[in-house]
C-alpha cells in the first residue's frame, strides 16, 4: 500500500450466511458448502473502494441497513471481509457501538485503563493522560461508580473522551456522538478538529447532514450495501436526501400523476420571464452552472428572476433586503396537487431556510398542473443573512400514495451574494438595545 494513506480499501464486501431455520445452521456444519447449502447470501456491503489520507475527514451517510456499521466494522477490523482487501495505518480508535469494550461491572476509571491498553496505551501514558480524559469526559464522581449505573450519555462522553485523547492516526465515530447533549457535540467536533489538524484521519458516520457538509472533507453514500457515490460532502448529502425522501430517477414514473380537469394560472407573468423550452436558467447572471438536476420532468421550472431593492439579477443583496424570486413552471403532464419548494444553504451547504407550498399552501397554486400549463410563482424572502455566497434550490414535487414523486430538482442553482451585515453569525435575529438605566 502506498505509505500515503492511513486507510485503503478496495472492493471490499462483507456477505453473511443467512439461514431461514437454527437447524439448518447445524446441519451445514455436517455438510460441505459445495454439495449443499442450508443458507442464502446476503451481501451487507459489496464493491466499496476508500481512501482516506491524514487529516482528512470521511463522511459515510446512507439509510438504516444500508452497511455502513458494517464499513467501520470492517476497516476498525472487528468483522473480517468476505472478499476485497484493506489495509489500515497506525493506532485505530473507534466509537462504535455506544459503550462497546467497556466492562458494565467496572469503573469508570477502571475502564479508561482497560479501554487505552487495548488501544496499545502503557500504564505511564494513560497516568499521563488521565486528567485530560476525565476533564473531557466531565462525568464527576460518577467516574469511580461501575459503567451500570451511568447513563446513556455518560458512557458516551467517556468513550469518546478515552478515544479522542489517545491521539489515534484513525479514529472512527459510529453515530455515536447523537446520543451526547449539544454541548458535549460541539466540544467533540472541536476536539475532533484539533485532531484532524495534527493529521488524524477520521471516519464520520452520521445522520445529520449538517455534521456532514460542515466536518467532512468528502462522503461516501451508501444504498443497499452498495457505493452509490462518493464526492463533495454538499453532493452527497442532496443525493442522500432523494434517497431519503425521493424515489430512485428510474421510478419516478408518470403513472404517479393522475389527470386534473383544469389547472389555471397563479400569478400573471409580468416579467422578463422566457416561455418554453429549459434554456431560462442558464442565460440568467445569477445562475450556477454547477447546480444539480433531477426528476421525472413531468414539470420543469423553465426560468427564474431574482429581484431586491429594485434591481433585477443583482450581483450583491444588501443584507436585510427583501428579494423576489419569480419561479417559472411549466407542466408537461398532468400534475396533482403539485409541490413547490425553496432552500437557501450556505456555500458549504448548511440549509439557512426551507419551505413549500405544503408548509405555506398558496391560493390556488394546488389546483394547478394541467397538461401544457405554464404558471407563475412569486416567493418573497428576507435576506436577513450574514456576508457570504448563498446558493437558492428550486424543486416542485407531487405525491402519490407512497412517496413523494420528484418532477424537477435544481439544487443550488441560483446563487446570491449578500453584503454589508451588521452583525455576524448566520442569521440576523434583530437585535434591539436600549439604555434600560435611566428610570
Ligand atoms: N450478522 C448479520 N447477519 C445477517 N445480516 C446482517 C448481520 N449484520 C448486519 N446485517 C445486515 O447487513 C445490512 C447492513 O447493516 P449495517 O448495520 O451495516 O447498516 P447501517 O447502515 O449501519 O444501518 P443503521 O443506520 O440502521 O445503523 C443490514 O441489512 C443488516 O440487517
Same mark, same amino acid.
Given at each position: 500500500m502506498s505509505g500515503e494513506y492511513i486507510v485503503s480499501a478496495e472492493a471490499l464486501g462483507k456477505c453473511y450466511?443467512?439461514?431461514?431455520?437454527?437447524?439448518?445452521?447445524?446441519? *451445514?456444519? =455436517? /455438510?460441505?458448502? @459445495?454439495? %449443499?447449502?442450508?443458507?442464502?447470501?446476503?451481501?451487507?456491503? !459489496?464493491?466499496? &473502494?476508500?481512501?482516506?489520507r491524514p487529516g482528512e475527514t470521511v463522511g459515510v451517510v446512507g439509510r438504516n441497513g444500508s452497511g455502513k456499521s458494517t464499513l467501520l466494522q470492517l476497516l476498525a477490523g472487528t468483522l473480517t471481509p468476505t472478499e476485497g482487501r484493506i489495509d489500515v495505518q497506525g493506532r485505530v480508535a473507534a466509537l462504535l457501538e455506544l459503550g462497546s469494550g467497556f466492562n458494565p461491572e467496572f469503573s469508570g476509571r477502571e475502564n479508561v485503563y482497560l479501554n487505552a491498553a487495548v488501544l496499545g496505551l502503557e500504564r505511564r501514558e494513560i497516568d499521563s493522560k488521565l486528567d485530560a480524559i476525565l476533564a473531557f469526559a466531565d462525568i464527576g464522581a460518577f467516574i469511580d461508580q461501575p459503567i451500570r449505573n451511568y447513563s446513556s450519555g455518560m458512557v458516551v462522553r467517556l468513550a469518546f473522551a478515552v478515544q479522542a485523547q489517545v491521539d489515534p492516526q484513525l479514529l472512527i465515530v459510529d453515530e455515536a456522538l447523537a446520543v451526547g447533549d449539544a454541548k458535549f457535540q460541539a466540544k467533540c467536533f472541536?476536539?475532533?478538529? *484539533?485532531? %484532524?489538524?495534527?493529521?488524524?484521519?477520521?471516519?464520520?458516520?452520521?445522520? #445529520?447532514?449538517?455534521?456532514? /457538509? *460542515?466536518?467532512?472533507? !468528502?462522503?461516501? =453514500?451508501?444504498?443497499?450495501?452498495?457505493?452509490? +457515490?462518493?464526492? %463533495?460532502? %454538499?453532493?452527497?448529502?442532496?443525493?442522500?436526501? &432523494?434517497? +431519503?425522501?425521493?424515489? &430512485?430517477? @428510474?421510478?419516478?414514473?408518470? #403513472?404517479? /400523476?393522475?389527470? /386534473?380537469?383544469?389547472?389555471?394560472?397563479? #400569478?400573471?407573468?409580468?416579467?422578463? =420571464?422566457?416561455p418554453g423550452d429549459d434554456a431560462g436558467f442558464e442565460a440568467r447572471a445569477n445562475y450556477n452552472p454547477n447546480e444539480f438536476r433531477w426528476g421525472d420532468k413531468a414539470a420543469r421550472i423553465v426560468d427564474f428572476e431574482l429581484s431586491a431593492a429594485g434591481r433585477s439579477y443583482p450581483t450583491m443583496v444588501e443584507s436585510g433586503t427583501t428579494a423576489m424570486l419569480t419561479l417559472r413552471v411549466a407542466f408537461d403532464r398532468e400534475v396533482v396537487r403539485p409541490i413547490l419548494g425553496v432552500t437557501v444553504k450556505t456555500a458549504e451547504g448548511v440549509v439557512v431556510y426551507g419551505s413549500n407550498t405544503e408548509y405555506k399552501p398558496l391560493p390556488g397554486w394546488a389546483q394547478s398542473g394541467t397538461r401544457g400549463s405554464v404558471v407563475d410563482v412569486r416567493i418573497c424572502f428576507d435576506l436577513r443573512l450574514a456576508d457570504g455566497d448563498y446558493f437558492i434550490s428550486v424543486g416542485i414535487a407531487s405525491r402519490n400514495e407512497h412517496s413523494v414523486v420528484p418532477h424537477d430538482r435544481r439544487y443550488d442553482s441560483i446563487h446570491v451574494k449578500v453584503g454589508n451585515a451588521d452583525f455576524f453569525g448566520m442569521a440576523d435575529l434583530g437585535l434591539a438595545m436600549v439604555d434600560a438605566s435611566s428610570p
Open positions: 450466511r443467512v439461514y431461514s431455520k437454527p437447524v439448518h445452521r447445524l446441519l *451445514q456444519g =455436517l /455438510v460441505d458448502v @459445495e454439495s %449443499k447449502r442450508y443458507f442464502t447470501e446476503f451481501w451487507a456491503l !459489496r464493491g466499496i &473502494d476508500l481512501q482516506v472541536a476536539r475532533l478538529k *484539533q485532531l %484532524k489538524d495534527s493529521g488524524t484521519a477520521i471516519l464520520l458516520v452520521s445522520h #445529520s447532514a449538517d455534521q456532514i /457538509v *460542515q466536518h467532512c472533507d !468528502r462522503a461516501h =453514500l451508501l444504498d443497499g450495501g452498495r457505493q452509490m +457515490l462518493v464526492g %463533495k460532502p %454538499k453532493d452527497v448529502v442532496n443525493h442522500y436526501y &432523494d434517497v +431519503l425522501f425521493g424515489v &430512485d430517477k @428510474e421510478e419516478a414514473e408518470p #403513472s404517479a /400523476v393522475a389527470e /386534473v380537469a383544469q389547472s389555471h394560472e397563479v #400569478s400573471d407573468a409580468r416579467s422578463t =420571464l422566457i
